[in-house]
C-alpha cells in the first residue's frame, strides 16, 4: 500500500510538469497563429469522448465540424510520426510533416483516423498564407497542445 503511494506521488510529480523541450513562449506564439490562421476551419480543442461519439456514430451531424480538432490532431501527429522517446526530434519530424501538408495537403498522407478524416474535403493548401516562421511556431503549439497532463491529457492513451 505504502509502495502505491509512493508510485502515485511519483508519477503525479512526472506528469505533472510538461517536458523540458516545452518553451511556454512559443507555444503563445504558435496559438495565436493557430487562433488567427486556423481556427476558421478547426476548433482548437474538444472532448474526445464526444468527437468519437460525433463521428462514428453520428456522421458528424452532431457538431458539424469543418476539420478535425488542434487537439485530435495534436494526439494523432504524435502517435503516428516519429517516436516520443526522442521529442526534439519529434517536434523536427512532425514540423516536416505540417509544413509540407500545410503547402501540399492530400489526404492520402492523413495521420488522422479514416473514420474521422472521409467526413472531410482536402485541406486547401496554405501556401502563400502562411510563413515558415508561422508553420513551425503552430506546429509546435499544436503538438504541446495534448497530451502531458494539462498540456497533453491523452497523450499516454494507445488509441485516440
Ligand atoms: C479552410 C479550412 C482550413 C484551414 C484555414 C486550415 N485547415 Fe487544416 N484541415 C482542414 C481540413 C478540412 C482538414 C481535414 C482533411 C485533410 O486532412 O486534408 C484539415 C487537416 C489538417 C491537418 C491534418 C492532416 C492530416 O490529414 O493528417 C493538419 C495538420 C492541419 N489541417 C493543420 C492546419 C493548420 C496548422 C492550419 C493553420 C495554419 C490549418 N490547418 C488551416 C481545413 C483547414
Aim: glycine letters at 4%; hydrophobic letters at 40%.
Amino acid at each position: 500500500m505504502k509502495f502505491l503511494f509512493i508510485v502515485c506521488i511519483l508519477m503525479s510529480s512526472i506528469f505533472a510538469t510538461p517536458p523540458e523541450e516545452f518553451e511556454e513562449e512559443r507555444y503563445l506564439v504558435g496559438e495565436q497563429v493557430f487562433d488567427n490562421k486556423c481556427s476558421s476551419c478547426h476548433v482548437k480543442s474538444m472532448d474526445i469522448q464526444v468527437l468519437m461519439s460525433n463521428f462514428i456514430e453520428h456522421n458528424n451531424k452532431v457538431l458539424n465540424l469543418l476539420a478535425p480538432t488542434g487537439n485530435e490532431i495534436s494526439f494523432r501527429l504524435k502517435s503516428q510520426i516519429g517516436s516520443k522517446d526522442d521529442i526534439e526530434f519529434q517536434i523536427d519530424e512532425v514540423t516536416d510533416f505540417v509544413k509540407d501538408y500545410l503547402i501540399n495537403p492530400d489526404k492520402a498522407k492523413t495521420v488522422c483516423l479514416e473514420g474521422v478524416v472521409k467526413h472531410f474535403d482536402t485541406m486547401p493548401s496554405m501556401k502563400g498564407k502562411v510563413t515558415e516562421q508561422e508553420m513551425e511556431d503552430v506546429t509546435f503549439f499544436i503538438y504541446f497542445l495534448e497530451g502531458w497532463n494539462g498540456i497533453n491529457k491523452y497523450f499516454e492513451k494507445d488509441e485516440f
